[in-house]
């Protein structure tokens, strides 16, 4: 079963922030956050990943709070081609813990 | 460009026709896994293989095969579709080791059993 809570649908407009949060109040010690990101029905795309400390690299950014009960997913500037369903996943750091357990995720919509 | 490559992309196909979706990943990965996506089910993992000749059942595996004779590839294997595999299909791969590591998508392959 899936860690993650998530709004199931989120609206933004172009050229604003969209914030997407995430709940993960179970989350361990050795377990990370990780985003995805599905567009239509093609593979998901890998975003984001961050274990404690806050996370920026060119597609967005991760802030987790400091009881690593939740996060946010920030993509700074989003356009029409961010609209897409995203997914909060939490994943064991285990060597060999290869697998993703995905939720519903949120639907976000970037609207003109 | 590092490519994880599914085919075919579209296939309509009878019930208990044999067939197999091929998947190819160009970046030397060790695992490689296959996941379905249905309406209000999500994904859910079918097979993984963490590395040659190293195969195991994933959440759904029940009328799927899968073989990993070689690094790069990963078939999935249908001996005999019913209508409940029809889906749409996504091969996975990544570096093994620390978790931390990416897991890259296929394109993804409709199937539709009739």
């Known amino acids: 079963d899936a860690k993650t809570t998530q709004p199931p649908s989120m609206d933004c407009a172009e050229g604003r922030a969209a914030n997407l949060p995430c709940n993960h109040s179970?989350?361990?010690?050795?377990?990370?956050v990780y985003w995805y990101r599905q567009i239509h029905s093609q593979g998901p795309q890998y975003i984001i990943h961050?274990?404690?400390n806050n996370e920026t690299n060119e597609m967005a950014s991760l802030i987790i709070t400091e009881d690593r009960k939740s996060s946010t997913l920030i993509l700074p500037h989003a356009t029409l081609r961010d609209t897409a369903v995203y997914y909060c996943?939490?994943?064991?750091?285990?060597?060999?813990?290869?697998?993703?357990?995905f939720g519903q995720g949120t639907r976000l919509t970037i609207n003109p | 460009e590092a490519q994880v490559t599914q085919n075919p992309r579209y296939l309509i196909t009878v019930t208990g026709k044999k067939l197999t979706v091929t998947c190819s990943q160009n970046?030397?990965?060790?695992?490689m896994s296959w996941y379905r996506q249905d309406p209000g089910l999500g994904l859910r993992q079918i097979y993984y293989?963490?590395?040659?000749?190293?195969?195991d059942k994933g959440d759904v595996p029940e009328g799927y095969k899968v073989s990993r004779k070689e690094k790069r590839n990963f078939p999935l294997i249908l001996e005999s579709p019913s209508p409940n595999q029809t889906s749409l299909y996504f091969c996975?791969?990544?570096?093994?080791?620390?978790?931390?590591?990416?897991?890259?998508f296929g394109e993804g392959s409709w199937l539709t059993v009739v």
């Open positions: 996975a791969s990544s570096w093994t080791g620390s978790s931390g590591n990416t897991i890259y």
């Open positions: 179970t989350i361990s010690g050795n377990e990370y």
């Open positions: 961050g274990l404690k």
């Open positions: 996943i939490v994943r064991p750091i285990l060597q060999g813990a290869q697998k993703l357990v």
């Open positions: 970046m030397n990965h060790e695992y």
């Open positions: 293989s963490m590395n040659v000749e190293v195969t």
